[in-house]
């Protein structure tokens, strides 16, 4: 009896678990198809598809209900059954020994058979108690999957030790000492391995060299990528969507791991640079803008906390921002939520601007930075960030070439490899890919 209910209690555990396991993956795929309905409502309205997406959803929604109807009725059951085996094993018992002990069969004594009804009492209530914990635990494994994934995660791997540090100069006005207070002088603090250290002046120099790249092993997406960006120069990445723009400046923050070749910053390979201070060295302005739930000013100020407020405003009139902040009800402590749903989506792009612009870095990247902004706005926030990038080491991504002519270098890439560079002139010149690319954006317009 004891075997039988361990084999009801295991194939009974097993089929719930399973249906909690699939319940909970059906609730993760309702959730996520929610979500998507919700933020997507005017797509789904605009292209009339309300009765597909009800009739999807209601697909789901029934996987769900038949998984977690199966779920609840398999654990419901476990605990009558194992309940109803031990008190049929208790009576089978007092029967049975009854019976032995008044025919004299066996020498079984009454005292004898009161011992076997509790010692099977003793055995079958933990059995019972366990088929329940069991299933309890079944329930919280089918839970906890995605957390368990998540923690089995590796973090992201970080050897650099060359650090930035504020600095100043020394007494005799070139040598570079780290500094403890804010001097907006920045040197990287490179130790090396006598013990000593030295400091380069952060400039913004970003030079690549034969650089490949690829996603996986085997198929690479950039090819012999070198390029030179002397401080205070822009450079113009132009091309076909999917050429690798976007890669090559990725690939400077060290969001991915090159294949082969390498980059240098100021001279230092940025394999030795600490992630996070290398970051912290870059602005950047992407093409989706996420503003997080807090004030206007908290939004722009997230490029630099200690930025003070007028700081913060300067960035807002330097990015071209400040004039439609002023009309919202409460300025810059107009509070945002919803990743900003109230702002049109280029009062977005200017937000971020202004956030790279309160950062104060020594070399930005602009991945299609201006893409949301009407033509107008465009003019406005060209002239800013022509004030912005004064000085600085930027690289821009744009498709709108009206945006790029006046670049030290522009770079024509074609299926992760440079076909052509050079300033706007020589490009028109030469009446190659860039050629027919600016001609055409103009003949379109």
Not at 235 to 242: D, I, K, N, R, Y
Not at 243 to 252: D, R
Not at 425 to 440: D, S, V, W
Request: one cysteine or more; proline letters at 2%; charged letters at 20%.
């Amino acid at each position: 009896m004891v075997v039988i209910m361990l084999l009801v209690t295991r194939k009974v555990s097993s089929k719930s678990g399973k249906y909690f396991i699939k319940q909970q993956a059906s609730i993760g795929t309702v959730n996520g198809y929610i979500e998507e309905m919700i933020n997507g409502q005017k797509v789904v309205k605009v292209f009339c598809h309300e009765e597909e997406a009800k009739a999807q959803f209601d697909v789901l929604n029934d996987d769900l209900c038949g998984s977690s109807t199966k779920a609840n009725k398999y654990a419901n059951i476990l605990m009558p059954i194992t309940v109803q085996i031990g008190n049929l094993n208790y009576v089978l018992i007092a029967m049975i020994g009854g019976a032995f002990a008044i025919g004299g069969i066996g020498g079984l004594t009454l005292g004898a058979i009161a011992s076997f009804l509790q010692l099977s009492r003793s055995l079958t209530n933990p059995i019972s108690q366990v088929s329940q914990q069991i299933n309890s635990v079944i329930m919280a494994l089918a839970g906890a999957e995605r957390i368990f994934e998540l923690m089995d995660e590796q973090p992201e791997a970080d050897s650099g030790y060359v650090t930035l540090v504020n600095a100043k100069y020394a007494g005799d006005g070139e040598t570079i000492v780290e500094a403890e207070e804010c001097t907006n002088l920045w040197a990287w603090k490179h130790p090396h391995g006598d013990g000593t250290l030295t400091y380069t002046k952060l400039e913004g120099d970003v030079q690549f060299f034969d650089v490949d790249f690829g996603y996986t092993e085997n198929k690479l997406v950039l090819h012999n990528i070198s390029l030179d960006a002397k401080p205070g120069e822009k450079l113009a990445f132009v091309g076909a969507t999917g050429a690798g723009k976007t890669t090559i400046t990725n690939l400077i923050n060290r969001f991915y791991d090159l294949a082969d070749g390498k980059i240098r910053y100021d001279g230092i390979n940025i394999n030795k640079i600490k992630k996070s201070d290398l970051r912290r060295s870059l602005g950047m302005v992407l093409q989706d803008t996420n503003l997080f739930t807090g004030t206007v000013c908290e939004n722009i100020r997230y490029g630099n906390l200690d930025a003070s407020t007028e700081e913060v405003k300067d960035a807002a009139k330097l990015a071209g921002a400040d004039s439609f902040i002023s009309l919202l009800p409460d300025g810059y402590d107009t509070m945002l939520s919803g990743d900003g749903g109230d702002l049109s989506q280029g009062q977005r792009q200017l937000l971020s601007i202004a956030r790279a612009a309160v950062s104060n870095p020594p070399v930005m990247i602009l991945d299609e930075a201006t893409s949301s902004i009407d033509t107008r706005t465009e003019a406005i926030v060209q002239k800013g960030m022509d004030s912005l990038m004064q000085g600085r080491t930027v690289f821009v991504i744009a498709h709108r070439l009206s945006t790029v002519q006046n670049s030290n270098m522009i770079i024509v890439l074609d299926h992760g490899r440079i076909i052509e560079r050079g300033t706007h002139e020589q490009l028109i010149a030469e009446k190659g890919t860039y050629y027919r690319l600016y001609t055409g954006a103009f003949e379109l317009e």
